[in-house]
T-cell receptor, first 114, second 116 residues
Framework: DAGVIQSPRHEVTEMGQEVTLRCKPI?????LFWYRQTMMRGLELLIY????????DSGMPEDRFSAKMPNASFSTLKIQPSEPRDSAVYFC????????????FGPGTRLLVL | AQSVSQHNHHVILSEAASLELGCNYS??????LFWYVQYPGQHLQLLLK??????LVKGIKGFEAEFIKSKFSFNLRKPSVQWSDTAEYFC??????????????FGTGTLLAVQP
């Protein structure tokens, strides 16, 4: 099992540019979560999907952030336009049908907006 | 609203010392409880979880946690820490809906530094 795959692993961009983060969940998992981790705010849930449908996006900071899950094996998190305060590590996680809700995390994308 | 409190933000121990990290949650219903560990520069990995049954749960690398329902607590313990246990530890809770997807509520994390 390859685990949750995220790309890119590192991204450096300039303020105002569009950033797209990608995630491939574990095969067979039906729920996908996007988190952001910073020193100041810790680990924050941004949005999660169940069976490709967004269930709770209350953690998305503002309209500059959007997330899609066009199919069961792929999701994107887009920031447009990016700002320096978006610099963080973005994690994707997935979980399957087990009732206990265990989430499996990807390696993260470390984003730096200059 | 559900919340998870981790009382210690930073803990510094010497090798072979015993460890106990506190975790309390606010939800009163049936819950699932987790401890995740994040080693420096890495992603979160599951350390152990409580779903049902024996409230004393054993995880990887000699860690264990005890679910005390009356105290809404799920403290993490290890009798003798090693330098390699240096990491950040996150407690998390999700509601048990018997199979439905649900989000995890994470605590703010405890940074553990083990001195050789």
């Amino acid at each position: 099992d390859a685990g949750v795959i995220q790309s890119p692993r590192h991204e450096v961009t300039e303020m105002g540019q569009e950033v797209t983060l990608r995630c491939k969940p574990i095969s067979g998992h039906n729920s996908l979560f996007w988190y952001r981790q910073t020193m100041m705010r810790g680990l924050e849930l941004l949005i999660y999907f169940n069976n490709n449908v967004p269930i709770d996006d209350s953690g998305m900071p503002e309209d500059r952030f959007s997330a899609k899950m066009p199919n069961a094996s792929f999701s994107t998190l887009k920031i447009q336009p990016s700002e320096p305060r978006d610099s963080a590590v973005y994690f994707c996680a997935s979980h399957g049908e087990l009732a206990d809700g265990t989430q499996y995390f990807g390696p993260g994308t470390r984003l730096l907006v200059l | 609203a559900q919340s998870v409190s981790q009382h210690n933000h930073h803990v510094i121990l010497s090798e072979a010392a015993s460890l106990e990290l506190g975790c309390n949650y606010s939800y009163g219903g049936t819950v699932n409880l987790f401890w995740y560990v994040q080693y420096p520069g890495q992603h979160l990995q599951l350390l152990l979880k409580y779903f049902s049954g024996d409230p004393l749960v054993k995880g990887i690398k000699g860690f264990e946690a005890e679910f005390i329902k009356s105290k809404f607590s799920f403290n993490l313990r290890k009798p003798s820490v090693q330098w390699s246990d240096t990491a950040e530890y996150f407690c998390a809770v999700s509601k048990n809906y018997g199979g439905a997807t649900n989000k995890l509520i994470f605590g703010t994390g405890t940074l553990l530094a083990v001195q050789p």
